[in-house]
């Protein structure tokens, strides 16, 4: 099998990966949320939302960034798809990354609103604190990732740019 077969197969495969993480995201984050508000004794629970959110975005951008790494890679040896990839002149990655932010930033927020509504103030500054947290690290996330991203394409443009002048 040639080596562009592989890696087209392993970049389906993480793409995959992808939609399934958002999808136990989705579910684990709902899951959450409706315990707490089905239990009011367990608002505390709702801490783990900013963690779910973190780690699934965490896992998200590693993939993101690996499929770029593939892409590139494939450009590299593929002129087929080094047209395709210029076609699409990054417009894909900013839905990905605003979807996915917009989620987590979200999801962060409900928590926070949702501990203090009806409930005692020191479960309620708990769920507070960790969903600013979940907030800061979610946007901190985004901004390495933008920042990566921004990176791999300057080299990438850079490389195409010499291959160009030869």
């Known amino acids: 099998m040639a080596i562009q077969e592989l890696l087209r197969q392993e ?3 993480f793409q995959k990966s992808q939609s399934e993480l958002l999808r136990w995201k989705l579910v684990a984050i ?3 949320f409706g315990l707490a508000f089905t239990h009011p004794q367990t608002t505390l629970v709702l801490i783990v939302v900013p963690l779910v959110a973190v780690y699934c975005d965490l896992l998200y951008r590693n993939y993101d960034i690996r499929i770029a790494l593939i892409s ?5 040896i593929d002129e087929g798809w080094r047209a395709y990839e210029n076609s699409l002149s990054g417009s894909p990655w900013f839905l990905n990354s605003g979807a996915t932010l917009l989620a987590s930033l979200g999801a962060c927020v409900c928590a926070a609103v949702a501990g203090y509504i009806g409930h005692d103030r020191t479960m309620a500054c708990a769920v507070a604190y960790f969903s600013g947290a979940g907030f800061i690290i979610c946007l901190g ?3 390495y990732y933008s920042y990566y991203q ?3 394409t300057v080299q990438r443009k850079r490389k195409m740019d010499a291959a160009r002048v030869k």
């Open 11 to 13: 970049l389906m495969e």
């Open 30 to 32: 709902g899951g959450v």
């Open 72 to 76: 590139w890679h494939l450009a590299e």
């Open 141 to 143: 996330i985004q901004g």
């Open 150 to 152: 921004h990176k791999l």
